[in-house]
């Protein structure tokens, strides 16, 4: 989808002539969830790709992509897990990203997001060279923004390299609804474009967007693209010849100071304004003079203090920090590095930085490591599994925790160590790791000692499943979400029943080998919480099996019973009497009618959440009535409609 | 000066970028495909009701029909979605197009391969339960698929939409309709809840499927029972034979135009002896005259 004809008139006479050339998703890369499965193209990742097919309609489509998660109700259900070193997330948190590739490699010039349902969710823009160097474009809080469908443009940072391949990063945590997004366009270049064009280009680009579109409907997108020339004059960047560098990128920024600080020397006068001060100030970071460096003696006021008083404060910190910190002298040099605040270590948020030389940087560090989240690091073989083994081989001992989601090195060989390595594991997370086989599942079998596992659109099978679960008889969460290969879910479940019963939480999300005699077992684990059972097809006529599950599960908190086609208020009335607790209940697509649900939310005080989208029973009104009756329930409404453009439980 | 010079070439370029930018995809289809063998197709047809058919593209009543094209694949369908559920309240039409719609999508997405005309359907159908917003009814279907590299047809069929292949004014292949029993064709179908065991539902498994090699200049008209009912083969291979050979899209309009008018004007016609007539008598039913119904007349020559 290049645009051909602008590449034929391409450099000529004038230095200062810019082609842009406009292309959509050509393929998707990666992803950290989808809605959908993938063995459909419903609300899947790869709806992304190519142009825009429901822009400018508003609404819940199976054609867009549509992430597995919103707002906070998989964090505070009962299977939500807490933060590793949650001081390193920053202000900017993102739960989901995704990778597209494009045709043809270009200077980003402006990247559009056509969101088509809840948007406002996109936090950040990452570009990466043919070199493999990951470089921010953009970065800005999630928005809360009116219900319309909209292109979002967010304004770029020039980067001095070309690329086709991006990462954009969600953060959905506040959002009402799933939010969808229909297509990614790139604007650029094919050569750097001069900088003192840059005023002038965006007046022509917000030209470009209008022409392309014509309607009203992509307001916003104008008024963004605005802003973008406003920033920039207010940055005066459009000023600057092309000779001067352009502030630094925060990834450049972390890339030079997060593995090499830990040798620069810097004084803390220096280190704490550079905290919260933007990357255009790098110029502080650069090596400075070396400092005196007697034992304790400039540590100031913090020398009175006793060196646990100051390791308590230094756990405050984040990693970024503590690399800083332990510039100053000696003395915090050592405390910085002090194992004992390297007991848990979340390095997702420094995905695009983690490599093996800044893993080698941490290893005297964590010695006395027990939990650690290198979700989404090292892919696009930035870590190769052999790295990561020797990595974990140095640190692993003692590991309890390991969350590994979307690392391209897990395979059978790096899993067949981690279970030989790391023998007390009790939580392992190894979300979208398709390229393990029943080999290294098998492995697992040697960790008696697990309680949580994370299987998410892997492709585990059932015989490793259930050695794994007769192997691990303290098993409390287990996630088997879009695990599309396990050739009877029923089986599972059954083994799950007998051999743990400690079970707490268990996500079946699209097991489309689910059957009643599945559910039916269920029942035998008294201590379930969270049970999610959504668009499991092969159940939508659940008989009575639902039953068991009510009646065997008093503690139940959350239950998902998405796309149940068939179920119908005698299904759910058995919950009302037996699980008082319920907090979440998802009946989406179902034949439920209002009555139940008016009773669910009479009897169930703990309920937090009601989702009856596309319940062909219950309407707008009743949903209205309800907001008003129970303010404290979020109650769901979803919808696909051209014509209405109101938000859902927005009143 | 030099400024506003600059800004209104860059203007211009941009403005030139933004309408190229359509007509260029489209420049490179032909392009490729005046390479590879391709179907040259178009479409005609009729809804039953003017009054209360609402159009939309590929949609004709509650027929609908689609086109797609794929580095490997050409492929066409139609479908005709089953009126009986407008009394529960269900629009038929939107059951045949998202089928149609979303056969197209799984074609365009490219990321199914050498894929077979009764795996698209299928996979097709199975959308259908995977949509968050259930879409009920039921419909006929037919696909044909031309592989590109081999010049096969691959073709399946579900009910009595079909499809008949010409060639120098000869049959040379055909559909087999596949009733249960009169006027009641298999169909692929999504009843409401607790309804299923009332409702006639044939999996996609029952499409009837076949595979013919064509040859340059062969005629295929695909079209649903609108036509097939009211006008008798002899006519439609009569129609069909002007068109061997021919690679004008416009040409191809002109008789599908004419197939389709002709399916109308018989379809109203109370004195003629259809085809739909004529299956009547044969099951003890006293009928004559044309039988009422949408009409999609989906016409494509093999170019190679």
Not at chain 1, 192 to 211: A, I
Not at chain 2, 96 to 101: A, C, N, R
Not at chain 2, 144 to 164: H, K, M, P, W
Request: overall charge negative; glycine content about 6%.
């Amino acid at each position: 989808m290049v645009d051909v004809l602008a590449l034929i008139d391409t450099i000529t006479k004038e230095d200062n002539e810019v082609v842009f050339i406009e292309q959509f998703v050509s393929d998707i890369r990666d992803f950290s969830s989808q809605y959908g499965s993938d063995i459909s193209i419903s609300y899947t990742a790869y709806n992304l790709a190519g142009k825009p097919s429901k822009y400018p309609d508003y609404g819940d489509y199976p054609q867009a992509f549509v992430m597995r998660t919103y707002g906070r109700w998989w964090k505070e259900a009962p299977s939500g897990r807490r933060e590793f070193m949650p001081q390193n997330l920053g202000s900017i948190v993102s739960q989901d990203f995704i990778d597209v590739i494009f045709e043809q490699a270009v200077y980003p010039f402006q990247v559009n997001v056509y969101e088509i349902y809840n948007p406002g969710a996109l936090v950040r823009v990452w570009a990466r060279s043919v070199q493999g160097k990951w470089a921010l474009l953009w970065e800005g809080a999630a928005q809360t923004t009116r219900p319309m469908s909209r292109i979002f443009s967010p304004p770029l940072r020039t980067i001095q390299f070309p690329t086709n391949l991006l990462r954009l990063e969600f953060d959905h945590s506040n959002l009402e609804y799933y939010t969808e997004l229909d297509a990614v366009c790139l604007v650029g270049t094919c050569k750097p474009f001069p900088e003192n064009s840059l005023g002038t280009c965006h007046t022509l680009q917000n030209n470009v967007v209008r022409r392309r579109n014509g309607s009203s409907a992509n307001c916003v997108g104008l008024v963004n693209v605005g802003d973008i020339t406003n920033r920039i004059q207010e940055l005066n960047i459009h000023q600057l010849s092309p000779q001067v560098d352009i502030p630094t990128s925060i990834s450049t920024f972390l890339d030079h100071e997060f593995p090499n600080l830990l040798k620069q020397i810097e004084d803390m006068q220096k280190a704490n304004p550079s905290r919260t001060a933007l990357p255009a100030s790098s110029s502080s970071l650069s090596p400075q003079p070396d400092q005196p460096t007697s034992q304790s003696a400039n540590s100031g006021a913090f020398s009175c203090l006793p060196d646990e008083s100051i390791l308590h404060i230094l756990s405050y910190l984040d990693l970024k920090d503590l690399c800083r910190c332990s510039q100053v002298n000696r003395h915090f040099r050592g405390l910085a590095q002090d194992p004992h605040l390297y007991i848990e270590l979340g390095l997702r948020q420094f995905w695009h930085c983690v490599n093996p030389k800044s893993l080698n940087c941490l290893l005297p560090r964590l010695l006395y490591i027990q939990r650690l989240d290198m979700s989404w690091c090292g892919n696009y073989r930035d870590i190769c599994p052999e790295e990561f083994v020797d990595f974990l081989g140095c640190c692993g001992r003692n590991l309890t925790h390991l969350r590994l989601n979307s690392c391209q090195f897990v395979n059978d060989f790096s899993l067949e160590r981690i279970a030989s390595i790391c023998p007390k594991l009790q939580e392992l997370t190894l979300q979208n790791n398709t390229k393990v086989t029943s080999r290294g599942f098998f492995s697992l079998t040697a960790l008696p000692g697990l309680e949580r596992l994370d299987f998410y659109r892997t492709s585990v099978t059932k015989e490793p499943l259930v050695a794994i679960l007769k192997a691990s008889p303290q098993l409390k969460h287990l996630n088997l979400g879009s695990c599309m290969h396990i050739s009877s879910m029923d089986e599972v479940v059954l083994t799950l029943s007998k051999y743990n019963p400690d079970l707490v939480s268990l996500d079946l999300w699209k097991s489309y080998t689910l059957t009643s005699v599945g559910v039916n077992a269920l029942g035998k684990c008294s201590k379930l919480e969270e049970v999610d059972l959504g668009w499991c097809l092969s159940l939508s006529t659940p008989g009575l099996s639902l039953n068991s599950i009510a009646y065997g599960c008093p503690r139940l908190k959350k239950i998902f019973l998405a796309s149940m086609r068939c179920l119908v208020d005698y299904h759910l009335e058995p919950f009302l009497k037996n699980c008082p607790l319920l907090e979440q209940v998802d009946v989406l697509g179902s034949s439920v009618t209002p009555e139940i649900v008016s009773r669910l939310l009479r009897d169930s005080r703990h309920l937090r959440l009601v989702d009856v989208s596309f319940c062909d029973n219950i309407s707008e009104t009743h949903c209205d009535s309800w907001r008003r009756q129970y303010p404290g329930v979020n109650i769901k409404q979803s919808y696909q409609s051209e014509a209405k453009y109101r938000g859902v439980n927005q009143c | 000066m030099h400024s506003i010079v600059y800004t209104g070439r860059l203007l211009s370029r941009a403005i030139w970028n933004g309408i190229t930018n359509y007509t260029t995809t489209s420049a490179e289809a032909s392009v490729s495909r005046k390479r590879e063998p391709h179907l040259v197709h178009a479409v005609c047809g009729f809804p039953k009701d003017f009054t209360q058919a609402i159009l939309k593209k590929g949609q004709f009543g509650d027929d609908a029909w689609f086109h797609a094209l794929s580095k490997t694949t050409d492929v066409i369908g139609v479908a005709d979605g089953v009126g009986g559920w407008r009394n529960y309240g269900i629009d038929p039409g939107e059951f045949s197009s998202f089928l149609m719609k979303t056969c197209e999508r799984l074609v365009c997405s490219g990321r199914l391969k050498n894929v077979l005309p009764a795996t698209l359907l299928a996979r097709s159908y199975y959308e259908l339960l995977e949509s968050k917003q259930p879409i009920l009814g039921s419909s006929t279907a037919c696909v044909i698929v031309l592989n590109r590299e081999t010049c096969q047809v691959y073709t399946a069929n579900i009910g009595d939409s079909g499809f008949v292949i010409v060639r120098h004014g000869e049959v040379v292949h055909r559909s087999e309709e596949q009733q249960h029993y009169f006027n009641t064709p298999f169909q692929l179908s999504l009843p409401p809840p607790g309804r299923s065991g009332l409702v006639l539902s044939d999996s996609p498994d029952a499409a009837d499927t076949s595979s013919f090699p064509v040859e340059d200049g062969d005629v295929i008209l695909l079209a649903t029972d609108g036509v097939f009912d009211n006008v008798p083969q002899q006519l439609l291979v009569t129609e069909m034979t002007k068109l061997q050979g021919e690679k004008d899209p416009c040409k191809i309009q002109g008789v599908a135009n004419s197939i389709a008018w002709m399916a109308r004007n018989l379809a109203f016609d109370s004195t003629f002896m259809s085809p739909f007539a004529e299956s009547a008598r044969h099951n003890g039913i006293e009928a004559v005259g044309g039988k009422p119904d949408d009409i999609t007349v989906l016409l494509a020559t093999v170019a190679i």
